[in-house]
């Protein structure tokens, strides 16, 4: 009887040892998902590289003149008075190239506290605006890239500045004026503002 229940004890032993074992096949052997989570990979790879084409493209044309910019740009309401009072606006409408140096309102103030006028008394002396307003503008385009370092430059009064690596123009007078915007394009040459206005002797 004890050998009898031994024997069935061992054969269920057995059962069981071969039903884990077939239980333990059938879990390990599923691998062909793996595969599937590597095919969703390329497609999302492929739609990033073609997304990234169209940014490298944007080109943005000037599409208005020098004295169009100035107008149309609320810090420089001055400079566009005293150019229109002055008669030099039309010269800054052309097709020839220019590069104007562009003193923004703030920077007329110490003028006309030092000429001790308003702002209405300025633009009514056409003569000095004449003067001074193109000591501001070389008679050709000049990208903040190609500006030449320390070298003077002529400007279209026939007066020179020279302009330090550090962006700062000065005059012959020793006046200094800070390149605080660069490369403002235009149909007819390129806009840089200053944070100082200029004076010639």
């Known amino acids: ?36 989570e590597e095919m969703t990979v390329e497609p999302v790879a492929e739609t990033e590289a073609v997304e990234a084409e169209p940014m490298a493209e944007m080109d943005m044309e000037a599409t208005q003149t020098i004295a169009e910019i100035a107008a149309e740009n609320e810090n420089l309401t001055i400079l566009t008075a005293a150019l229109q009072a002055a008669g030099l606006d039309t010269m800054l409408m ?15 103030a110490p003028v006309l506290e030092k000429l001790g006028v308003t702002k209405e008394e300025l633009l009514a002396n056409t003569d000095l605006l004449k003067t001074v307003l193109p000591y501001h503008v070389l008679a050709m385009e000049v990208k903040a890239a190609d500006i030449p370092y320390g070298t003077e430059i002529e400007t279209a009064n026939g007066k020179t500045i020279t302009i330090s690596e550090d962006n700062v123009i000065t005059d012959a007078t020793g006046n200094t004026a800070n390149i605080t915007g660069t490369d403002i394009m235009a149909t007819n040459g390129v806009v840089h503002t200053i944070d100082a206005v200029l004076m010639p002797e």
């Open 94 to 108: 052309e097709e020839t190239k220019h590069t104007v140096f562009a003193p923004t309102d703030d920077a007329f």
């Open 1 to 36: 009887m004890l050998k009898k229940n031994l024997l069935s004890i061992a054969v269920v032993t057995a059962a069981m040892s071969l039903a884990a074992c077939n239980d333990t096949e059938t879990v390990a052997e599923p691998t062909e998902p793996e595969a599937t």
